[in-house]
């Protein structure tokens, strides 16, 4: 796929596919892409050249049976309303046929304690979790979410990722651009990386960037200094240091690269 803003390539022959089921998050640096690539598939903007095919169906000439499908988590959809959440969502479920219980939906986001409230009342993740009902509510088959937990306090992060994975144990599939990687490790099956329009790579996120069969670094302390080793075998190295100390190794730690690191390593070479 490919798009065009004037000159400026934003898109460049992106090659994407999305398995049914599957949560894949969309990585890349600011102006990488992500968003354009997300509106395109969801049918909001024209793509210059490619093919592209959502549940089947070409999002340039995509009726309204086939948006029904789509669920879309915008940034803040509801929040500055005068109704209140549940009337909001009764509106929103009446748009579609077989909606979820707006109740239900309530619960499963963990808001029902404030069904009554106005949308402007809300916290900022509470709103969220507004968007998301929202966007779910119409009972998608697809679920696009953009930068869904920006905002979000680290316990309500969490809950917000086990409210994902209850979604996908119930088959929605979801494509979500973010910019935190702890996110996209605990939540995605696979993670593509998005620099400059173009794909770098697909992976499942423990695999991105040869993470899974990088060398480990090893750190201790030493003579009151900090040394760190690379190895490939990491056992037999941390049993020679042992065999050095009378006691625990002091500082002990053997690490492998992480999301981030492969991440931005990556980003740095397509720059
Ligand atoms: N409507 C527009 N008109 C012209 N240029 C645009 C338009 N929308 C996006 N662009 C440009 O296209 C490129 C890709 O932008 P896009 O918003 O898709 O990136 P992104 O990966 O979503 O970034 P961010 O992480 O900042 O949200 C950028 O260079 C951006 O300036």
């Given at each position: 796929?490919?798009?065009?803003?004037?000159?400026?390539?934003?898109v460049?022959?992106?090659?994407?596919?999305?398995r049914?089921?599957?949560?894949?998050?969309?990585?890349?640096p600011?102006?990488?892409?992500?968003?354009t690539?997300?509106?395109?598939?969801?049918?909001?903007?024209?793509?210059?050249a490619?093919?592209v095919r959502?549940?089947?169906?070409?999002p340039?000439r995509?009726?309204?049976?086939w948006?029904?499908?789509?669920?879309?988590v915008?940034?803040?959809?509801?929040g500055?309303s005068q109704?209140?959440?549940?009337e909001?969502?009764?509106?929103?479920?009446?748009?579609?046929?077989?909606p979820?219980?707006?109740?239900e939906v309530l619960?499963?986001?963990?808001?029902?304690?404030?069904?009554g409230?106005?949308g402007?009342?809300?916290?900022?993740?509470?709103?969220?979790r507004?968007d998301?009902?929202?966007?779910?509510?119409?009972?998608?088959r697809l679920?696009?979410?953009?930068e869904?937990?920006t905002g979000?306090?680290?316990?309500?992060r969490?809950?917000?990722?086990?409210?994902?994975?209850s979604?996908?144990?119930?088959?929605?599939?979801m494509?979500?651009?973010t910019?935190?990687?702890?996110?996209?490790?605990?939540?995605?099956?696979?993670?593509g990386?998005?620099a400059?329009?173009?794909?770098?790579?697909?992976?499942?996120?423990?695999a991105?960037?040869?993470?899974?069969?990088?060398?480990a670094?090893?750190?201790w302390t030493?003579?009151?200094?900090?040394?760190?080793a690379?190895?490939?075998?990491?056992?037999?190295?941390?049993?020679?240091?042992a065999?050095?100390?009378?006691?625990?190794?002091?500082?002990?730690?053997?690490?492998r690269p992480?999301?981030?690191?492969v991440?931005?390593?990556?980003?740095?070479e397509h720059?």
């Amino acid at each position: 796929m490919v798009k065009r803003y004037g000159d400026r390539v934003a898109v460049d022959g992106l090659d994407l596919d999305i398995r049914r089921g599957e949560i894949f998050a969309l990585l890349g640096p600011n102006g990488a892409g992500k968003t354009t690539t997300v509106e395109v598939l969801e049918g909001h903007r024209t793509r210059d050249a490619g093919e592209v095919r959502v549940l089947g169906v070409d999002p340039a000439r995509g009726g309204r049976r086939w948006k029904a499908q789509l669920g879309i988590v915008l940034q803040s959809g509801g929040g500055d309303s005068q109704l209140s959440v549940r009337e909001l969502l009764q509106a929103r479920a009446a748009c579609y046929a077989g909606p979820l219980d707006p109740d239900e939906v309530l619960e499963l986001v963990g808001l029902t304690e404030r069904a009554g409230a106005r949308g402007r009342t809300l916290s900022g993740g509470q709103r969220r979790r507004l968007d998301v009902a929202l966007g779910i509510v119409g009972r998608p088959r697809l679920l696009f979410l953009d930068e869904p937990t920006t905002g979000f306090d680290p316990e309500a992060r969490r809950q917000f990722w086990a409210l994902l994975r209850s979604l996908r144990d119930l088959g929605t599939t979801m494509l979500l651009t973010t910019h935190y990687l702890d996110e996209a490790e605990a939540l995605a099956d696979r993670v593509g990386v998005l620099a400059r329009g173009r794909l770098a790579e697909v992976a499942v996120p423990t695999a991105l960037g040869g993470r899974g069969t990088a060398p480990a670094v090893v750190s201790w302390t030493e003579d009151g200094v900090r040394r760190t080793a690379e190895t490939a075998t990491p056992t037999a190295f941390v049993q020679q240091l042992a065999a050095r100390f009378p006691g625990e190794v002091p500082g002990l730690t053997v690490a492998r690269p992480t999301l981030e690191d492969v991440y931005l390593k990556m980003i740095g070479e397509h720059a």
